[in-house]
C-alpha cells in the first residue's frame, strides 16, 4: 500500500503541475501513477459505481452522456471526457475519484475505454456493467479485424460484469454468453432496406453454420436484425427496443417487455439514437423508473466536440465527427450530409493527425467508404483538407464528383479561404479524433469570413 500512497502523491503532484502549465494532464500523471505502482487500477478503492464503455463508434458519446445523466441525478461523477481512453488515462480518471490520501470521493466512475487496451483495463478495473456500442471495421494496421477485438473483450471482460450490448450489431451481441447481457435496439423504420446496400458490411454469415443471413430490416451496414435460413440463429430480441423514432414531436417510444415507454429524443440522425438507446438501457439497468430516466434523459445533448453547429447570416456551419481509418464512422457522416436538404459544401479534414507525424497512414481505407453520396445532387462543393488531399480527390473522382467541384487544399487549417460560401446554404466540417482542433479553427476563420461578408 506504500507505493500506492505514493503513486497518488506523485501522480496529483504531476497533475497540478502539468495544469499550472496549462495542459489537461489526462495522460502523464497516469503514466507515473503506474510507474510507481503497477496494480494501481486494482488496488486503488473503486466507487459504489464503476462503468466502462468500449466500441469502435460512439463510445465518447455515450460515455459523456452516462456521465451528464448521472450527474442531473446529483451523482458525484468522474469521466475521462477528453477522450484520454487507453491505461494511463483510465489510470488518471480514477485518480481523480481519490483524495489525497488515496480514499474515493465520488459516487461513479464511467471509463471511456479503448476497445484494444481494454485487456489492460478490464481486469483490474472490475467494472460494474460494460457498455459496448458495436464493432466496426475500423485502422487496419492497429485494430486488424472485428473479430479481433471482438476476441480482446470477450477473453478479458471480468465474468462478474453486466454487460449492455447492441442486438443489431452481430459481433459485440455475441460477447460473453455466459455473463449477465441487457440489449438495446432499433425497429423497422420506413427507410430500411432487406440487404446490405452499402461498401462493407462485416457479418453477413451465419456465425453458427456459414449461409448467408437475410435481413427482416437493415439500418445500415450489418445493422438490423437477421436471421439464418438454415439453422435458429437469429439477431438477439432487444431488451429495449425503439419501436418508433418521432421526428416532429421529438420523441423516442421504447418496448420494454409488454410497457411502452416514451423518452425525448436527443437526436435523429440513427447512430445518435442507438448511442441513446445505450444509455437509456443502462439507466434503467441501474434500477431508474422509466419516468425518472425520461427526465435525465430530457437534459441531455449530444457532445458538442461530436456534432456542433452555428448559423451565420444565412450559412449554417456545421462541424461533425468523421473517424478517420473507419469507414463506417465516416459512412454515417457522409449520409447524414448527403441527406440533409438544400445546398452544400463539405470539407474533408480526416486525416489522422498523428499518423502524419509518426508513420504512414494507411490510406485504403477510404475506398470502404460511401464517397458516392457525395455525388449527390446538392452537394457543390467538396474540399479536401491535408497533406493527403490528392488521395480524396481520386476516390471522389472515381465516386462520380464532378472534377469541378473537387478543391485541394494540402494545408487543412487555411480550408476556410477555399469554401466558396456563394453557393452554399450549409458548410460541413468533417474532422478526425485528431484535428478537432484544426477544425475549430477553420470554423473561427469561416465564421469572420462570413461576417466580414455580411453573410
Known amino acids: 500500500m506504500l507505493r500506492f500512497h505514493l503513486a497518488v502523491l506523485a501522480a496529483k503532484c504531476a497533475q497540478l503541475a502539468l495544469r499550472l502549465l496549462g495542459r489537461k494532464a489526462t495522460h502523464t500523471p497516469g503514466v507515473v501513477a503506474l510507474a510507481i505502482c503497477p496494480r494501481f487500477l486494482e488496488i486503488a478503492p473503486k466507487p459504489a459505481l464503476t462503468v466502462c464503455v468500449t ?31 487507453i491505461k494511463p488515462g ?25 476497445e484494444r487496451a481494454s ?27 472485428p473479430d479481433y477485438i471482438f476476441s480482446i473483450i470477450d477473453t478479458y471482460c471480468p465474468d462478474k460484469t ?46 453458427s453454420c456459414g449461409t448467408k443471413l437475410r435481413y427482416d430490416y437493415l439500418h445500415y451496414h450489418h445493422i438490423g436484425h437477421a436471421a439464418c435460413p438454415n ?7 432487444a431488451d429495449y427496443l425503439a419501436q418508433s423514432v418521432d421526428t416532429e414531436s421529438r420523441s423516442l417510444t421504447v418496448r420494454h417487455g409488454r410497457q411502452e415507454e ?35 434523459i430530457g437534459a441531455l445533448r449530444v457532445p458538442s466536440s461530436r456534432l456542433d453547429s452555428v448559423h451565420v447570416g444565412g450559412v449554417n456551419v456545421v462541424m461533425a465527427m468523421s473517424k478517420g481509418q473507419s469507414c463506417v464512422s465516416s459512412c454515417r457522416t457522409f449520409d447524414m450530409v448527403a441527406h440533409a436538404p438544400g445546398k452544400k459544401s463539405v470539407v474533408l479534414m480526416m486525416d489522422d493527425y498523428y499518423d502524419r507525424k509518426k508513420s504512414v497512414e494507411y490510406i485504403g481505407w477510404i475506398y470502404d467508404v460511401d464517397y458516392e453520396v457525395l455525388a449527390r445532387e446538392g452537394v457543390v462543393q467538396v474540399v479536401a483538407a491535408g497533406p493527403r488531399c490528392l488521395d480524396h480527390k481520386v476516390r471522389l473522382l472515381l465516386a462520380g464528383v464532378a472534377e469541378e467541384c473537387i478543391t485541394c487544399c494540402t494545408d487543412d487549417a487555411a480550408a476556410a479561404s477555399v469554401i466558396d460560401t456563394e453557393k452554399a446554404d450549409t458548410v460541413y466540417l468533417l474532422y478526425d479524433t485528431s484535428t478537432y482542433d484544426v477544425a475549430c479553427q477553420v470554423r473561427r476563420e469561416l465564421i469572420a469570413l462570413l461576417e466580414k461578408e455580411g453573410k
Open 231 to 237: 439453422c435458429d440463429f437469429h439477431s438477439f430480441d
Open 119 to 145: 485487456r489492460l483495463i478490464l481486469p483490474p478495473l472490475q467494472p460494474d456493467y460494460l457498455v459496448v456500442t458495436g464493432l466496426f471495421r475500423d485502422s487496419l494496421k492497429r485494430n486488424a479485424h
Open 55 to 85: 466500441g469502435t463508434n460512439g463510445k465518447t458519446t455515450v460515455s459523456n452522456l452516462i456521465a451528464d445523466a448521472l450527474i442531473a441525478d446529483g451523482k458525484k461523477v468522474v469521466e475521462n471526457r477528453e477522450g484520454a481512453n
Open 90 to 114: 483510465c489510470t488518471v480518471n480514477l485518480l481523480n475519484a481519490l483524495t489525497w490520501g488515496g480514499k474515493c470521493c465520488v459516487d461513479a466512475a464511467i471509463f471511456e475505454v479503448d
Open 162 to 207: 453486466q454487460l449492455i450490448l447492441n442486438a443489431d450489431e452481430l459481433c459485440s451481441s455475441l460477447l460473453k454468453p455466459d455473463s449477465r447481457r441487457t440489449y438495446f435496439g432499433i425497429g423497422r423504420l420506413a427507410d430500411d432496406h432487406d440487404a446490405p446496400y452499402q461498401l462493407v458490411a462485416d457479418h453477413t454469415l451465419c456465425p
Open 262 to 296: 416514451v423518452y425525448p429524443l436527443i437526436s435523429d440522425i440513427i447512430f445518435n439514437v442507438y448511442n441513446e438507446m445505450a444509455v437509456i438501457t443502462l439507466l434503467r439497468a441501474l434500477g431508474n423508473s422509466a419516468q425518472h430516466t425520461a427526465e435525465l
